[in-house]
């Protein structure tokens, strides 16, 4: 199949143009999840065009690639990226395994490869004005790490660790060191942005508010990653750790200690889904959302 027939369909409605540079003193906190990761770019997307720009972003996973496009201030770019490219084996298929040794090759995405979309903005990302986070996971430590752009040596690389997927993904080394997904310790950064005392905090998941793992301790990753035993420990108790993290995101959020934005019904969207309506679609349920739910954003980002 010609890949111009398997791009989505509605791709040239996809919104396009820069954030203004006002912005909100406040931290972002993105959660991962693949392609699920189309619906929080959607949703800062539409944060975007509302002049609401936080500062300070930190991202696992997918929602670091998404956040490094928030940085930098380009409306769109994520998601064309997504909805042009899903069926480009060089960006994930046989190609992204011969470059990259994973089905999912982020190098394509990250090293301005892309000559139909708009290249990265790095002069905006790397302005100071900002701070951008991405957390990836010490394979030795079984802890995450957390990444800052015009702190560490190769922000860039220390997002491709956080974005790999486990089991599919060869580990990132940085600095003789093996990472791999953020997600896979830290789910959902929120923790960093409250350590660091921020008075408006964002976060957006890719799961829905009722969304929960069955309590189930998962053995099998000790054998999995038994190079790694930390890592193996950690992910043990992995689905485990992430519900106590949905509770309590709920809970702090009822004491308006942060807001929290979740997709209002579960997204059924595997984590390499070929479906490119179904990818389409997932983009402006978070696009639509963050416009109902407007009002109610701004008054507790502004106030």
């Avoid at 998404?66 to 909805?83: C, D, F, H, P, V």
């Avoid at 042009?84 to 994973?102: E, F, P, Q």
């Avoid at 308006?256 to 490119?276: N, T, W």
Wanted: net charge positive.
């Amino acid at each position: 199949m010609e890949l111009d027939k398997i791009i989505y369909s509605r791709i040239d409605e996809v919104p396009n143009g820069r954030a203004s540079e006002n912005y909100i003193h406040g931290c972002l906190v993105l959660e991962g999840g693949a392609f699920r990761g189309l619906y929080t770019q959607g949703f800062l997307d539409a944060m975007m065009e509302n002049d609401l720009n936080l500062d300070t972003v930190i991202g696992v996973s997918a929602g670091a690639l998404g956040g490094m496009n928030y940085t930098s201030g380009q409306i769109g770019r994520a998601a064309r990226i997504n909805l042009i490219y899903r069926h480009d084996s060089r960006y994930v298929g046989t190609k992204a395994v011969l470059n990259s040794k994973s089905i999912l090759d982020l190098g394509f995405i990250m090293d301005d490869k892309v000559g139909v979309v708009e290249a990265f903005d790095r002069e905006r990302f790397y302005s100071k004005k900002t701070r951008f986070v991405a957390v990836a996971t010490n394979c030795l430590t079984g802890r995450a790490e957390y990444f800052e752009k015009n702190r560490c040596a190769d922000i860039f690389k220390a997002v491709r660790a956080s974005a790999t997927m486990p089991y599919i993904s060869p580990v990132v080394n940085i600095d003789g060191v093996p990472y791999l997904d953020g997600g896979c310790s830290c789910p959902i950064p929120y923790h960093w942005a409250l350590r660091r005392n921020f008075k408006k905090i964002l976060v957006i998941k890719t799961r829905d508010l009722k969304f929960r793992y069955p309590n189930k301790m998962l053995m099998s990753n000790k054998a999995i990653y038994r190079k790694y035993p930390e890592l193996g420990r950690r992910l043990t108790q992995k689905d485990i750790s992430y519900n106590r993290r949905c509770d309590e995101i709920e809970l702090l959020h009822a004491r308006g200690q942060l807001f929290r934005v979740a997709p209002k019904d579960p997204i059924e969207v595997a984590r390499v889904d070929g479906d490119m309506e179904k990818l389409g679609n997932l983009y402006w349920q978070g696009y639509n959302q963050m416009y109902e739910m407007k009002d109610e954003l701004k008054e507790y980002l502004l106030h």
